[in-house]
């Protein structure tokens, strides 16, 4: 009984320790952003054959510019392309100042 008590609070301590460091790579409410980086994205020229959908994970810096910092994403032509349009590029629209990093989902249309 000893046993299971000890591996239960193993257990908790392993997830409440988890939980907090993913609550801080979303955001409450991205729609200004998302808009946003929508615009960006506008109008590729990109030869693709299907949708292709690719997380990115940026941060924005103090001179309010995204900073694109990983593409989740098998093509490569897809990676350079959202990094061209995205990277460093200065947005209107500012960040709770909680968030370090942002995950936001991109999907480019064929």
Not at 41 to 51: G, S, V
């Amino acid at each position: 009984m000893k046993r299971i008590n000890v591996l239960m609070l193993m257990f908790m301590i392993c997830i409440g320790s988890v939980l907090p460091v993913n609550a801080k790579t979303t955001l409450e409410d991205p729609s200004h952003v998302k808009l946003e980086i929508e615009k960006l994205l506008k109008n590729h020229n990109l030869d693709l054959e299907e949708d292709i959908v690719a997380n990115v994970l940026f941060t924005i810096n103090d001179d309010k510019e995204l900073v694109v910092l990983i593409i989740d994403s098998e093509d490569e032509k897809v990676k350079d392309f959202i990094k061209h349009r995205l990277n460093y590029k200065k947005i209107k629209s500012s960040m709770n100042s909680d968030f370090d990093n942002v995950v936001m989902p991109v999907r480019i249309k064929a």
